[in-house]
């Protein structure tokens, strides 16, 4: 057997809640190893609705204390990632004044009712309370309740049976993937001894100490406290360290992100969140040049087995009629679909009314390692988690908590221009200096905050893709040196968008193959491998 290293937290994890944590125990200066199955924000985290919001469906089940950390911790993003979390203006559709008020009060107390018609004084109540919640750090405007001919100012074409709206603001993340991987280099810059590591295999656990595999070498590590944060995979990990228990009950939600230009301009940059009339609740909103419409909720005991099938494309399709009857949406105009698994607690009730708040179960090893499994919580609360249980590991080590994370900014969040005359100066002094135009910068800026000043600093002499012009060969390059890049689905589906907004055609896939294949050492057959996982 390999040495074996000890570390003070070992992670097994690398989602939104795993990567939070690294990034807090690591301000800390705690030791830590992170090891992640496949790539950083793989998970659910790479499969959610990208709203960084408050959780205004909450309100309806009474869960307050969430609702009011959703709505400070989207507060907080908005400042702390303000590259990639900004305010989406969003509307709720009314079709009645009275309409929701028995449901909503069934609901309340925790009894299964249909909830299909929010009126308008379900609708204003609700949004009166979340904008109580979301005052604390307020960024964006108050609601405020629309008239149908005020709702038509906003967004044209929705259905006649719709009297009216409220419109009010929550948070939309751009790069979910990306903000994962800034929160491990954030936390490795601040604790040079913590490190994150991604494609590995966790083998197993031998008295105290774990083994796993990375870049075909095993290796062995002895840590006083484990944090099993591996989302809907929480009781395999368990398993594989010889605790059995059954912890999770996990539900698969899908997306389509489609090209529908009569859509895309209908919406005029808002979201429409509404309720169907299956009683559960669905989004639309614009995606870069495209539309996202989400999402499903069904129950699924493997999560590795989650896939968007065709039964929720062909609903996610037609539900949008619901709300836009005269734009048909067609299967033909779906240019990517994702679905991910909410790492749930296990309940016996149904998938829909299961908590969305988060806790931590406490275990041992065989051996005696504590062992915290994080359960549940949403993308936008992972601060806040990470926090609670980063105050757990301080009182089990006996260390003092040295900051919190609260202001602290994000990877290219770091000083990111928020003003236009600021913008516009980052732009002219990165472009004069790299030698760049400056809708070039401008590019880099909005992809990868302010991190792209260093990035553009190497790009002279980049050439275009003849697949994707809008990216260069140097860019890519760079993105394999400093981030973690080990496939090409790493480079397509996370570090950038290229996947998510629908541009990954198959001659893209083989470009950027041949591009990336030689610095990562590919032989000709693993990349046609790494073609084949993304057809
Ligand atoms: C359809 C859908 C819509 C959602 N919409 C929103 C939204 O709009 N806003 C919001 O705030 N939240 C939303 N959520 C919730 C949010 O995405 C999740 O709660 C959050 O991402 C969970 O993060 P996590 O780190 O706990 O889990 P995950 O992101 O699943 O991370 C767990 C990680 O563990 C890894 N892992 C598994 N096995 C092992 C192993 N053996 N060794 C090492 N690593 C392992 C996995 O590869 C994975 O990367 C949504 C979720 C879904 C599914």
Redesign the pocket.
């Known amino acids: 057997m390999s040495e074996v290293q000890d570390v003070d937290v070992l992670i097994?994890?690398?989602?939104?809640?795993?990567c939070g944590t690294f990034r807090d125990l690591c301000a800390q200066g705690i030791d830590c190893l992170l090891?992640?199955?496949?790539d950083f924000?793989?998970?659910?985290?790479a499969?959610?609705?990208?709203?960084?919001?408050g959780g205004l469906k909450y309100l309806e089940t009474g869960e307050f204390r969430l609702v009011r950390e959703s709505a400070e911790e989207r507060n907080r993003l908005l400042s702390n990632a303000a590259h990639y979390v900004r305010p989406l203006p969003s509307v709720l559709p009314v079709r009645s004044r009275f309409g929701g008020i028995l449901p909503s009060v069934l609901r309340f107390f925790g009894r299964e009712a249909k909830l299909n018609d929010r009126g308008a004084i379900i609708t204003r109540l609700g949004l009166t309370l979340y904008d109580i919640y979301g005052r604390r750090f307020r960024a964006m405007p108050a609601h405020r309740m629309l008239s149908r001919r005020g709702l038509d100012k906003a967004i044209a074409g929705m259905d006649r049976g719709i009297i009216g709206a409220g419109l009010y603001y929550e948070g939309q993340i751009s790069h979910a993937e990306r903000l994962g991987l800034e929160l491990v280099l954030d936390g490795e810059a601040l604790h040079p001894a913590s490190r994150a590591l991604n494609h590995?295999t966790?083998l197993g656990a031998e008295g105290d100490i774990i083994r796993y595999s990375h870049s075909g070498e095993t290796r062995s590590v002895r840590p006083r406290i484990i944090i099993n944060?591996?989302?809907?995979?929480i009781d395999?990990?368990n398993a594989?360290l010889g605790i059995n228990a059954r912890l999770m009950g996990g539900s698969k939600?899908a997306?389509l992100v489609v090209d529908n230009p009569a859509l895309f301009d209908a919406l005029n940059g808002h979201m429409v969140y509404f309720g169907s009339g299956d009683g559960r609740v669905n989004l639309l909103y614009p995606f870069q040049g495209r539309v996202m419409i989400?999402?499903t909720d069904i129950r699924i005991d493997d999560p590795d087995a989650a896939h968007c099938d065709a039964t929720e494309a062909a609903y996610l399709c037609a539900v949008v009629a619901e709300v836009f009857p005269d734009i048909p949406v067609t299967e033909d105009q779906i240019h990517y679909r994702f679905s991910?698994?909410?790492?749930l607690p296990n309940a016996a009730s149904d998938v829909g009314a299961v908590t969305r708040d988060h806790s931590i179960a406490e275990l041992t090893l065989p051996g005696g390692t504590p062992v915290h499994c994080?359960i549940?919580?949403?993308?936008?609360t992972f601060r806040g988690f990470a926090e609670q249980e980063t105050d757990k590991i301080l009182a089990l080590l006996g260390r003092p908590r040295k900051c919190n994370t609260r202001e602290m900014q994000i990877g290219g969040g770091k000083g990111y221009p928020r003003t236009e005359k600021a913008r516009a100066d980052w732009i002219d002094r990165v472009a004069t200096h790299a030698g760049l135009d400056r809708a070039r910068a401008a590019a880099l800026l909005d992809r990868y905050g302010t991190r792209a000043e260093d990035m553009a600093a190497t790009l002279s002499g980049e050439t275009p893709l003849r697949s994707l012009p809008g990216y260069s060969d140097r860019e890519l390059l760079w993105l394999v040196r400093h981030e973690r890049v080990a496939t090409l689905a790493d480079l397509l589906r996370r570090r950038t968008l290229v996947a998510l907004s629908g541009d990954l055609t198959p001659q893209v896939a083989a470009e950027v193959a041949a591009l990336i294949g030689p610095p990562l050492g590919w032989t000709k057959a693993q990349t046609e491998a790494e073609i084949a996982t993304l057809s």
Request: net charge positive; hydrophobic share 35%.
């Open positions: 097994l994890g690398g989602g939104i809640n795993g090891l992640e199955r496949t924000c793989a998970g659910a985290s499969g959610s609705s990208r709203l960084m919001h590995v966790l944060a591996a989302g809907a995979w395999r990990v594989t939600g997306h989400g999402s991910g698994v909410r790492p994080l549940g919580g949403k993308w936008t």
